[in-house]
């Protein structure tokens, strides 16, 4: 064997190796079946440490799972429709699709895109995800487009997606409708001004507000019923300042007292009460603003403006026209877009709704029958899904996404939906596939879905790669099988109002079922600012490309596998530190057992008998009970302590110092003691490699060709499943005296380390004060041992206690008493 672990030799070789034998293909027989819905990463420029994080935790349980008999299927996808995608494209080539036109920028995309996986996935490579590759997809893929839109027609028909001119949440910077998932909430600092409205008969008004740019839309004034100070205003009508038109005053429980003045102004559309008004009273739509974001040209001196400055202008004409009584600072809570991280509007446009506000109860039964890991994240689910206002607006205006599979009679607005066999379509670049009757005129529909409306059917997605084909999944015809509800969902914590309830909500419309069984959060990997490190925040320090070239995967796999279930974490180059020692002694405790392996198999024990040996089986079969129960958890951190702390402390720390006068000195001990330990180490060092594998893959694939390739008839160290390592059986029934047995070992070593001398120094004696008889007993058996650990030419025993124990030197030599009770 090398004296040192060279990574980068090993993590090459070790790839191609897997590659070569396609060692994490998907098994198909008569094994438990093990599926992972894996979260497709956004396609938007380079990957961070945060995915490496959460991606290896992913990666970590599948390992665990194939070596615990299971056959995985760990497919894998690539984001890379939608906003983001396209975002990034604009930066990447300095354009747009308002600029090229929409089929030469969706080329562009497609080839950006293409471009991008490839980098991703081999930094995944690297990074050792045991990934089937041959199971991969992209949600702009044609089955992937088929399969969304097959998911629409189906919702369509049973009733779940509707059609309508409705407020909808807009984002004026990227000129689109967002869902309610797609938006934070944040403090903002503004100015609230009362401005002065005057009654039609002449009656001064004062109304509090902090959009003054939306009085061009101001479409009636409210107040409370029993505010005494209004009620005299009961239909009556008021003037808007500016802009001269008349709006009725009326009077709403919506309006609060105590805010302002106690006098509202509702315009369309300023928040979610404007809306609810509008609707309720039947009020008039004044639109100001545009879909480019600027003001109409029907708003006047705002014409042109963008909010912001609409804002300034117009407080600026109220006060030429001294219409403003007072003015205060205030700091309230807004509304903004989490990609442009600017503040929405409300605009109305036909959009496509799924409808979820009539399910709430239904899809937060679906919930409950899922096991969610940590626990404590389901109360994240159940608060977004009790709160939620809206139903989910499917429609999007951008370009680069899967276009919704309809046509519209242009005179009657009747929907024409193509047979699934026709799909994938694009009705903007392709006529309607079907029969179409003479005279009426058909137009597409010019929207594209909500890239979650596919990101949510990754059960789907990968029920298609698994079963080899994307049709009937949906509707009565569709193919019955066990493939859903999947065994695993991995995410982060920030997705589940957005991933994991989209997907819940999806299968249970479509099948009245939930889609898999576990679903496992992840924490995010902070900044130096305590910020989630994220690629629109541009907050990274930490190039992953970077890290891999100058650090082992393993390592790196270690400090990801370090952290709590569902908690964030920060970078941490200690851990890599940490990570680095325990591969060193990992190569080197095998660099020891290397040397005494030889001519050992796997079937050499079957049965220990020897305390030493008993001890250290013992020992790592107590670790493995916590191991897997710690795995049934996914607490990958908890199970690697586990093993961590058996290893350095039991392992190394004693067993190898304990059983070297055995292998160095074989003539000193009995043959078949020998023999035993020699098979004992055998299994031992190479059940250690099984169970850190999961979480070091090369060093430890690396360790087991070099040890036990020859003598096993499994080719990978990630296909030798735990039962197949047999654990022999132990004969010790009592544990104590072998522990008062390690006491003495211990004393032994700290009494020559006081002393400052070699732990090989000879001793001309040492003598054992045991007064218990059993343990005593137990402790003559292991006299070459005890001879052997502590270099002594004498062993003396006793049952007089000597007070403690001691270690001095007369004449050059060395005497040692070690006490016990």
Not at 195 to 201: E, K, L, M, P, Q
Not at 228 to 245: C, N, S, W
Not at 418 to 444: I, N, Q, S
Not at 621 to 632: L, M, N, Q
């Amino acid at each position: 064997m090398e004296k040192h672990f060279d990574f980068k030799k090993s993590e090459l070789h070790m790839r191609q190796l897997w590659e070569e034998h396609q060692i994490y293909g998907t098994s198909r027989d008569n094994r438990p079946f093990f599926s992972i819905d894996t979260p497709p990463p956004t396609v938007s420029g380079s990957l961070h440490i945060g995915h490496i994080f959460s991606y290896t935790h992913t990666d970590i349980v599948a390992r665990y799972k194939r070596m615990s008999g299971f056959s995985v299927f760990y497919p894998f996808g690539f984001d890379d429709n939608g906003l983001p995608t396209e975002r990034f494209v604009e930066k990447q080539h300095n354009t747009s699709a308002h600029q090229i036109g929409r089929s030469a920028f969706i080329g562009l995309c497609l080839e950006e895109t293409a471009r991008v996986e490839k980098k991703f996935e081999e930094l995944w490579r690297r990074v050792g995800l045991s990934i089937d590759w041959h199971a991969c997809y992209s949600t702009i893929d044609s089955p992937t487009r088929a399969i969304s839109q097959a998911s629409f027609i189906d919702l369509y028909k049973k009733g779940f997606i509707y059609r309508k001119e409705e407020p909808a949440l807009y984002c004026p910077q990227f000129r689109t409708t967002i869902a309610q998932a797609d938006l934070e909430d944040v403090e903002k600092e503004t100015l609230f001004s009362d401005v002065i409205f005057t009654t039609t008969a002449g009656e001064q008004l004062a109304i509090g507000t902090t959009r003054p740019e939306l009085l061009p839309s101001c479409v009636a004034l409210f107040y409370h019923p029993t505010d005494t100070r209004y009620k005299h205003l009961a239909g009556k009508h008021a003037i808007v300042p500016i802009f001269r038109h008349e709006v009725p005053i009326l009077a709403d429980e919506r309006v609060q007292i105590e805010k302002g003045t106690g006098l509202v102004m509702c315009c369309t559309f300023g928040d979610k009460t404007d809306i609810e008004w509008f609707k309720k009273h039947q009020l008039p739509y004044r639109p100001s603003l545009g879909l480019d974001g600027r003001f109409l040209p029907t708003t006047g001196p705002l014409a042109g403006l963008k909010a912001p400055e609409a804002r300034a202008a117009m407080l600026d004409i109220l006060k030429q026209n001294e219409l403003i009584l007072r003015q205060r600072t205030i700091t309230h809570t807004v509304s903004i877009y989490e990609r442009s991280k600017k503040e929405i509007e409300y605009l109305m446009l036909p959009q496509w709704f799924l409808k979820i506000l009539p399910f709430k109860n239904e899809i937060l039964a679906a919930a409950d029958t899922i096991e969610w890991h940590p626990p404590f994240m389901k109360a994240r689910f159940i608060d977004w899904v009790q709160n939620l206002q809206w139903d989910w607006c499917l429609s999007r205006q951008r370009f680069f996404g899967v276009p919704f599979p309809i046509w519209h009679d242009k005179r009657t607005g009747d929907i024409y939906l193509p047979d699934p066999k026709d799909l994938p379509v694009d009705p903007r670049e392709t006529h309607f596939p079907g029969t179409v009757p003479p005279g009426v005129e058909l137009v597409p529909d010019t929207d594209v879905m909500d890239t979650w409306n596919t990101s949510s059917l990754t059960p789907y997605i990968c029920k298609a790669l698994f079963e080899g084909s994307h049709t009937h999944l949906f509707g009565d015809d569709r193919r019955k099988s066990s493939f859903l509800p999947m065994s695993m969902r991995p995410q982060a914590h920030d997705i589940i109002r957005t991933w994991a309830f989209y997907t819940i909500v999806k299968t249970w419309m479509h099948e009245g079922i939930i889609p898999w069984k576990d679903i496992v959060i992840s924490g995010h990997v902070l900044s130096g600012e305590k910020e989630k490190i994220s690629k629109s925040r541009g907050n990274d320090p930490l190039d992953p490309e970077r890290l891999l070239t100058e650090n082992p995967a393993d390592t790196i796999r270690y400090w990801t596998a370090s952290g709590s279930l569902g908690h964030d974490i920060a970078f941490s180059e200690n851990m890599l530190k940490i990570g680095n020692r325990l591969i060193t002694k990992l190569w080197n405790a095998c660099r020891f057992a290397h040397e005494h392996l030889a001519n050992v198999t796997s079937k050499t024990i079957n049965k220990a008998s020897y305390p030493l040996n008993c001890w250290l089986i013992n020992q790592i079969k107590d670790t493995f009970i916590a191991y897997e129960r710690y795995f049934s958890k996914y607490e990958c951190g908890l199970a690697l302590h586990a093993v961590e702390h058996c290893f350095w402390q039991d392992f190394c720390d004693n067993y190898l110092e304990l059983i070297k006068p055995i292998l160095s000195k074989p003539e000193s001990f009995d043959a078949q003691i020998v023999s035993e330990t020699r098979a004992t180490l055998y299994w031992a060092t190479c059940r250690f490699l099984q169970l850190f594998s999961p979480i070091l893959p090369f060093i430890t694939e690396t360790l087991y060709q070099e040890l036990f390739r020859q003598s096993m008839s499994t080719i990978s160290i990630h296909q030798l499943t735990f039962n197949e390592l047999r654990t022999p059986e132990s004969t010790m029934e009592e544990m104590e005296p072998f522990l008062g047995f390690l006491k003495l070992v211990a004393q032994s070593r700290k009494l020559k380390s006081d002393q400052n001398i070699s732990l090989k120094t000879e001793l001309a004696s040492c003598m054992l004060v045991v007064p218990d008889e059993k343990l005593r007993t137990f402790v003559e058996k292991l006299e070459p041992l005890i001879k052997g650990i502590t270099n002594a030419r004498f062993i003396g025993f006793t049952n007089e206690s000597a007070g403690t124990s001691t270690i001095e030197q007369v004449d050059n030599e060395w005497f040692m008493t070690l006490c016990l009770g």
